[in-house]
């Protein structure tokens, strides 16, 4: 199908639903014939980025990488699934700026729940002092200022919030 690409970018703590919500949603398009690339950030950490630490600096160049990937499947038709933590706000200002068709969902929930859900098992190690740097524990997350769509997933149902960001999408003009 073709269609103008976009870089639609999942950003918040570990465990608020930003992997869950974007394999949705990608499933969704792809079911539409949408031509369609998914960056996740656990998995980029594993090859495009791999190498990189969780200072500030590595944070920044992690999401500076990604986002010039997805700026290139962008500019060429893609619809580019990102879903990465991502905490500072200038870096992902920056990157969504230099891609123009940008997206930025903020999949919101407050830390307590991620700490309960703990998906991973994490924070618990993170609490533990096993990990630093953790965010949300002992490291910052910057939330967006003016996301184009936002989920509260302590309080919608993962339907819901898959929903929000197809009809964000569409109103946006990126979808048919
Ligand atoms: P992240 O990718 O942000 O680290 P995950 O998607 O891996 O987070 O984990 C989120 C967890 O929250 C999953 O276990 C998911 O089932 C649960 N969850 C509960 N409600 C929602 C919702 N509305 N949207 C997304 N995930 C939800």
Known sequence: MEHKGVTVWFTGLSGAGKTTISQKVAEELRSQNYKLEVLDGDIVRTNLTKGLGFS??????????????????????????????????????????????????????????????????????????EIKQFTGIDDPYEPPLNPEIECHTDKEELEESVKKVLEGLKKLGYLA
């Open 56 to 129: 500030k600096e590595d944070r920044d160049e992690n999401i500076r990488r990604i986002g010039f990937v997805s700026h290139l499947l962008t500019r060429n038709g893609v619809i580019v699934i990102v879903s990465a933590i991502s905490p500072y706000r200038a870096i992902r200002d920056e990157v969504g700026k230099r891609i123009g068709n940008f997206v930025e969902v903020y999949v919101n929930a407050p830390l307590e729940t991620c700490e309960k859900r703990d998906v991973k098992g994490l924070y618990k190690r993170a609490r533990a002092g």
